[in-house]
């Protein structure tokens, strides 16, 4: 069948895809074309001239030591965050899927989390973290000191990483959920009468089936984990305690805007794109075509 | 003795019953066939002796102990499925012996088994393929292989072949009788075509609206059809099913056209009833009708014919000696050959059997038409 519309005249078209065009342009291609040029060069705080430096941006983050441990801390993070997510939301769609069938309305109520802003879900966990007035100030209280994430980078992260988690596995649930319910119920039946028991099932039947998902939500969660975790950080922790929830790019912020340092912030976020592309890359190439089954 | 027996069984969603009180006693050994049309309950039911459906009322005894309550896999029971539910992530081998590695067969004999059993279901080649790369028939050996190597007491079938096409569907229907035959074991096998029935079953049920309408031996069920249904539903082309009235001596039958017929014998009914004659018992005589439309089935041919008071009937003819549409030809309906139905409550009205002698001098009474 031709799908293809046909115009008489060849502007018509160009016209209608205009305005997207436009926005795309604006807001996309034309920061990231600013971002790379002020990567290779040196820009003055309050403007000015602008000197080519080449690659002495790179060289510089790159042999920064504070850069090196916003990545390892950025790992840390998105590894967390997403391993945390999958893993839950895997439990929640496997007990939903089993227990409660056609609960639409469960779905719709479990994917709201997803949709809450980012700093508003960190002033709520800043409340729940809290060491004097949160749910784990009763820890305080029976061993003063023993929670802190004001003070102890660990727990900043720990809180950081649960509050991530606690965002996307509701993302991941409605995945899961899908995924489970589009297994044909024979396969599952054939199992019951294979012998096997719910989890057994579980095990050997549903995960295995739910690969594909799986390797989609693991690059879209680090993916996310690695851009959209500026406003948790920043309400959370500001980077804090000694830069040890201080992730990339909160790092990008913190050296442009506070620091002026636009050239380097550049290069950060350069480097950022560069990463993310290389997981979509891996996306689309290995996971979307190697993980169908017939 | 019975190997699966069941007591009054039922199964209602919310309002709605899909199977009602259901009683069967399927024998031991048997190839039991449970036929019906689509949304009859046949699938419901034979899911409920494997136990993925809970049942509603009543009780299921396989080998004389009571399952209601068992799960599926305590029940000594096995399942081939309609789209045969292989599991896409594993390997044929891995498929076949799935059920072993549940029930924690060491490694060294599950190979044995699966190798066993892959060579006589010809799948050797095979074992190292995943089910995608399967045809229809060889998927459908895969799954009862499957179903075969835990070798169970009972095997449940679910619209085997329903998927493959009529070349293979016949093929794999001796296959099933035959590996029938080499198990021993009790097969239970839901379907709707009358054929596969017909040809596989040595026990037939036919089911009805979530009712069993009748069972017995194919041959029996075929010959006296306790049902309007039954009659209409096993046969193919289907039983010629047509108004009729037994007048008051309760011999004779006024068909709508007036044409008369002589019963075999007088019945107790009076008034109304459907007579049924089957297409292949109809045969060459004095009662007119006119050939609408001829099928040709290749060894011989199916001729649509219309009577004169509207009545539409099918016969066979041979293949050599087949009427021209719009010819005029004679009919006969022999009377040990008629069934006869309530025509309010599809029941069968009990008909005599006549001597053969008898039968040679009247076999047919025709009146004028004019009444």
Avoid at chain 2, 328 to 349: C, K, T, W, Y
Wanted: hydrophobic letters at 50%.
């Amino acid at each position: 069948m031709e799908r293809r519309a046909t115009f008489r005249s060849p502007l018509l078209p160009w016209l209608l895809v205009l305005p997207q065009l436009l926005i795309i342009f604006v807001f996309f291609y034309w920061p990231t074309g600013e971002a790379f040029h002020w990567a290779f060069t040196l820009e003055q705080p309050w403007g000015g001239g602008r000197q080519w430096v080449g690659w002495q941006n790179f060289q510089e983050i790159f042999g920064s030591a504070a850069y090196w441990s916003s990545v390892r801390t950025s790992l840390t993070y998105a590894f967390g965050t997403s391993a945390l997510a999958i893993l839950i939301a895997l439990l929640l769609a496997l007990f939903i899927d089993r227990e409660v069938r056609a609960s639409r309305g469960w779905r719709v109520a479990l994917i709201w989390p997803y949709a809450i802003a980012a700093p508003a879900i960190g002033m709520i966990f800043r409340f729940v973290f809290d060491p004097r007035a949160g749910v784990f100030s009763t820890l305080n209280a029976l061993w003063p000191g023993a929670w802190d994430p004001a003070l102890n980078g660990t727990h900043a992260m720990l809180m950081l990483i649960l509050a991530g988690a606690w965002q996307l596995v509701a993302y991941n649930f409605v995945f899961f959920l899908a995924g489970l319910q589009s297994i044909p119920r024979p396969l599952i039946e054939a199992a019951a009468m294979d012998g096997a028991g719910p989890l057994r099932r579980m095990r050997d039947i549903q995960v295995p089936l739910l690969a594909p998902t799986f390797f989609f939500l693991v690059v879209i969660n680090l993916t996310d984990s690695f851009t959209n975790s500026f406003g948790l950080v920043d309400i959370m922790t500001a980077g804090g305690p000694a830069r040890a929830t201080e992730i990339m790019v909160y790092k990008i912020y913190a050296d442009g805007f506070k620091g002026l340092d636009y050239s380097g912030a550049a290069a950060q976020s350069i480097v950022l794109m560069g990463l993310v592309i290389l997981l979509t890359v891996i996306q689309f190439r290995f996971v979307e075509r190697k993980m169908h089954y017939r | 003795m019975a190997a699966i027996e069941l007591a009054g069984v039922s199964k209602t969603y919310g309002t709605n019953a899909a199977v009602r009180e259901v009683d069967l006693a399927l024998p031991e050994g048997a190839f039991v066939v449970i036929l019906g049309p689509s949304g009859c309950g046949k699938s419901t039911l034979l899911r409920m002796v494997a136990g993925l459906e809970a049942i509603s009322a009543g009780e299921l005894r396989i080998g004389g102990a009571r399952m209601n309550e068992r799960e599926p896999k305590d029940r000594g029971c096995a399942m081939v499925f309609q789209n045969y539910a292989l599991y896409p992530h594993m390997s044929v081998a891995e498929n076949i012996g799935y059920p072993l590695k549940v029930a924690g067969v060491s490694r060294t004999e599950r190979q044995a088994r699966v190798a066993e059993l892959a060579a006589a279901l010809e799948l050797t080649p095979l074992l190292a393929r995943r089910p995608g790369q399967l045809s229809g028939g060889q998927r459908q050996r895969v799954a009862i292989g499957r179903a075969m190597v835990r070798r169970p007491k009972v095997f449940l079938y679910d619209e085997p072949l329903s998927n493959l096409d009529a070349k293979l569907r016949v093929q794999m229907r001796l296959e099933l009788r035959r590996l029938h035959e080499r198990l021993g074991a009790t097969s239970v096998l839901v379907t709707h075509d009358q054929q596969e029935a017909m040809t596989l079953a040595d026990h037939l049920v036919v089911m009805n609206a979530g009712r069993v309408e009748q069972q017995g031996t194919p041959r029996e069920v075929y010959a006296r059809p306790a049902s309007l249904f039954v009659a209409g539903f096993l046969g193919a082309p289907a039983m010629n099913l047509l108004p009729a009235e037994v007048l008051a001596s309760g011999d004779t039958l006024r068909l709508a056209d007036g044409t008369l017929l002589r019963l075999p014998e007088a019945v107790g009914h009076r008034g109304a009833v459907m007579l049924g004659i089957r297409p292949e018992h109809v045969e060459a005589g004095r009662l007119p009708a006119t050939v609408e439309m001829v099928e040709d089935l290749g060894a011989s041919v199916l001729v649509h014919a219309r009577m004169p008071g509207g009545a539409a009937l099918t016969l066979h003819s041979p293949a050599d000696a087949a009427p021209a549409r719009g010819e005029e030809i004679g009919l006969d309906l022999p009377p040990a050959r008629l069934h006869l139905f309530d025509p309010a409550s599809g029941v069968r009205l009990p008909l005599g059997r006549i001597p053969a002698s008898q039968r040679a001098e009247d076999g047919l009474f025709v009146t004028s038409a004019s009444l």
